[in-house]
């Protein structure tokens, strides 16, 4: 859950608050021995921001503490230009010291819009709400608070060596930066982990201000660049210019000098610049790094700002985590009874917020990196795709900001008046969805012989009356020996077809705007397991069958080795999926979907973790493509024509030498060749060693791509939880149909009850007859209690 930090603010941390709002010192008798939390002798590492305010907060809480701050460079040395930061942030500031807070107000820019230039065409939403400021100003208030309030100061100066300091020092504060020695000199201990990402970028200055946050987009014959500027003083603008690395090399950047290259920076973007020159303190192009640590502090010694972790300068927030963590850290020192807790407490406190953060930063950052992959699309919905990117600005958000943009976006996009996106139709082959909502498939483990029940009638029957466009069941196996579990579903016998088809006519006689759909898989290497809330993955304990796969490798060391399929076998299951797939259309599902993600076995083939094959069926993706197909091509000739056919993927393993989003697009089209309607874009699940990248729609970006590159419906899939996420990537572009599981599991009515949240009763969705008087939410709370009229004085 993200949890915004602003450290010290009115009714929380009232001590804390009271004494900074105040100027208050402790009180004489309130010092402890240096076991408590309050150090009295503090070394920071690094004059920028973040340490420079840690410095004057800790100062003004207790001005008996003797700080010394070391900074390499002179006092007016800086990177970069202007300083964006949030009201939330402002928030923390105002309450911890309102002489800085004072000082940064008479400097501030505001103003509210956004331009996103794409092709010639300018598109401006309002309604945002930024303030920026000189990063040399903002310095320059921090060096004049700290000065006066007794902080020593010590600029053109190498700090000590960590360990020295941290001897001599009651609290070592290293907020030196991106590339912080102090952390480097303790990798063991906070296990930093570095990326760096596939642009360049240059931090530049025009002497003018945008009258607005500006995006532009260079298509040159190089390839895509991107302006990022905004204005940061009644006369200046920060301007950064960005680029893929190929195309940075392509241009000739790499060869150019510092003045060469701000004058083709300025030429490239003459448009947005009105002609006017660029320049630069100290340019250098160079590759975002996102820093991550495992552990944040060591003893007396604690991570602060860029040292701690880094977030895409793109969504503006690299001063304010730094910011925000002095706030944090001030406080946390104030409330907790020992150092040793307080470090906790910091980090506890910072660490969800932080990887939140850095989860919308990167989102943002892989947008910009895969820029040329959006350029196809009409000017607005581009423009707001650009605007959603990071998923912290969504539809519903935009709506408040700027209805007249978004209005406009949804007119482009066909929406009739009054339809919120997720509920305009989609048409896969002769099928029409009425919304974009799919119920996901979710594995019960709830039959008997492979026989669905009345629990699977009632489960997949009350999410069709739900309102779901397209409800799919589970992974229905196409033999004994494929089920993942005993409580697993088949489509092996007719009497499983017959109890199906109990299902589907419930379904269209009771719930007729939503369709079925059925997804057909065979569990391969992850087969033969116990019922999940009896441990996941983990082998029977009595009752095992032997397992197959694409090569005998076991899905965890405690699992079942499987056989090596034969050429025999191949062409027995090949058969199994099409008489399967005979049997779901006598069952009259609307739907076929074929399972080839997640490590079951035809996803087994297409990953090179799990397919070590050296006939025909291994070695080249080419090759490990080529028993999937011949099991669609199988599904697809026994599947009636006018009836779709999806496929579920995993478009990465989550794991070093697996399967690459690349990878994930050629599949798509290999499928999309052989006549596959849409992609069910999830990812990972392949290995139980695989290290996912867990988040808000975090799956979704594989969606985006393969729907782009391939040119190919996609179904996104994976933590999609509300209905203006839904809104927002199918306005977007991102997917043309969402999957939502969970969501439905703790409520069944998920759609009816997103329809009934936005004021819609259109065509996309339709309450039972059964369920009309319950189509608006119920009142909750009093109604009668008499509002307040007049104040009358005393």
Known sequence: MERTVTALTPGARVSADMRLRRGERPAADSHQPMTTSRPLRVAIIGGGPGGLYAAALLK???????????????????????????????????????????????????????????????????????????????????????????VQLRFRSEAPYPAWLTETHDLVIAADGVHSTTREAYAPVFRPHVAAHQCRYVWLAADF?????????????????????????????????????????????????????????????????????LRSNRPAWTTFRTVVNERWSHGNLVLLGDAAHTAHFSIGSGTKLAVEDALSLAACLEEQPSLERALAAYQAERRPVVASTQRAARASLEWFENLGLHLGQPPRQFAFNLLTRSRRVTHDNLRLRDPHFTEAVEREFGCPPG??????????????????????????????????????????????????????????????????????????????AEAWKRITDFVHAQAPGSAIGVQLGHSGRKGSTRLMWEGTDEPLQDGNWPLVAASPIPYKPSGQTPRALTRAQLTDIREQFASAARRAARAGFDLLELHCAHGYLLSGFLSPLTNLRTDAYGGSLARRLRFPLEVFDAVRGAWPQEKPLTVRISATDWAEGGTTAQDAVEIARAFAAHGADAIDVSTGQVVADERPEFGRSYQTPFADRIRHEAGVPVIAVGAISSWDDVNSLI??????????????????????????????????TGWPAQYGAGSRPPRTGRTDVPKSRLTLGT
């Not at 029957?461 to 089920?483: K, N, Q, Y």
Request: proline residues 6%; charged residues 25%.
């Open 60 to 150: 003004r809480l207790d001005p008996d503490r003797e700080i010394t701050l070391w900074e390499r460079n002179a006092p007016t040395d800086t990177f970069g230009f202007g300083v964006v930061l949030s009201d939330e942030t402002l928030g923390g500031i105002e309450h911890a010291d309102p002489v800085v807070y004072g000082a940064l107000q008479q400097h501030f820019v505001r103003w509210d819009d956004i331009d996103i230039v794409h092709r010639g065409t300018r598109h401006t939403s309002g309604g945002h709400g930024f303030a920026a400021l000189g990063r040399r100003r903002l310095l320059e208030i921090l060096h004049e608070r700290c000065r006066s309030l007794g």
């Open 731 to 764: 306005l977007a572009g991102r997917t043309d149909l969402c999957a939502l599981a969970r969501p439905h599991l703790y409520d069944p009515h998920w759609t009816l009850h997103a329809a009934a949240e936005q004021g819609y009763d259109g065509p996309g």
């Open 419 to 496: 339809t919120p996106p997720m509920f305009t139709p989609f048409r896969l082959r002769g099928l029409t969805l009425r919304n974009r909502v799919v119920v996901s498939p979710m594995d019960m483990y709830s039959a008997t012989d492979g026989l669905p029940g009345d629990f699977h009638l009632v489960h997949l029957g009350a999410r069709a009356l739900g309102g779901a466009g397209l409800v799919m069941t589970e992974m229905v196996c196409v033999s004994p020996e494929g089920r993942i579990t005993p409580g697993c579903t088949g489509l092996y016998t007719g009497r499983q």
């Open 209 to 277: 201000a945008f009258d607005a946050f500006r995006f532009e987009i260079a298509e040159t014959e190089h390839g895509v660049m991107q302006l990022h500027a905004y204005p940061y003083a009644a006369d200046a603008s920060t301007v950064i210019v960005e680029m893929r690395e190929e195309v940075w090399r392509a241009a000739g950047f790499a060869e150019l000098d510092e003045h060469e290259s701000v004058e083709r920076c300025a030429k490239i973007f003459a448009d947005a610049l009105g002609g006017r020159p």
